[in-house]
């Protein structure tokens, strides 16, 4: 049975830093790329940041760049993404997901996405940034 668990949410203030973890079991780890997706109430999920199966290929959605940072660590099964000058708007849940692919631009799958392409998720954890 695929897991994925979500850590690290929490309240901060604007201009602050949190670190999301996502620990994956009953999974290859390896085999597959691995996102973060955000939903704000009222809005629709976003595709944050995604890492390819290897780490060799990253996306950041352009509200983000600069100020996240997506890695991995196959030995530890481990997703994480760092945020740094968090935003008021950057207030979501934040959700780990995977998708069982070797295919390298990570674009592809996480880019304007929903995150359709991804077959597991984990439950969330919110973030929430204040003013």
């Known amino acids: 049975q695929v897991q994925l668990m979500e850590s690290g949410g929490g309240l901060v203030q604007a201009g602050g830093s949190l670190r999301l973890s996502c620990t994956a079991s009953?999974?290859?780890?390896?085999?597959?790329?691995i996102g973060w997706f955000r939903q704000a109430p009222g809005k629709e999920r976003e595709g944050v940041s995604c890492?390819?199966?290897?780490?060799?290929?990253?996306f950041y959605t352009d509200s983000v760049k600069g100020r996240f940072t997506i890695s991995r660590d196959n030995a530890k099964n481990t997703l994480y993404l760092q945020m740094n000058s968090l935003k008021p708007e950057d207030t979501a849940k934040y959700y780990c997901?995977?998708?069982?692919?070797?295919?390298?631009?990570?674009?592809?799958?996480?880019?304007?996405?929903?995150?359709?392409?991804?077959?597991?998720w984990g439950q969330g954890t919110q973030v929430t940034v204040s003013s």
């Open positions: 890492i390819n199966y290897s780490g060799g290929n990253r």
């Open positions: 997901a995977a998708v069982d692919t070797r295919y390298y631009n990570a674009d592809y799958y996480c880019k304007g996405s929903s995150g359709s392409l991804f077959g597991y």
């Open positions: 009953g999974l290859k780890f390896s085999d597959f790329a």
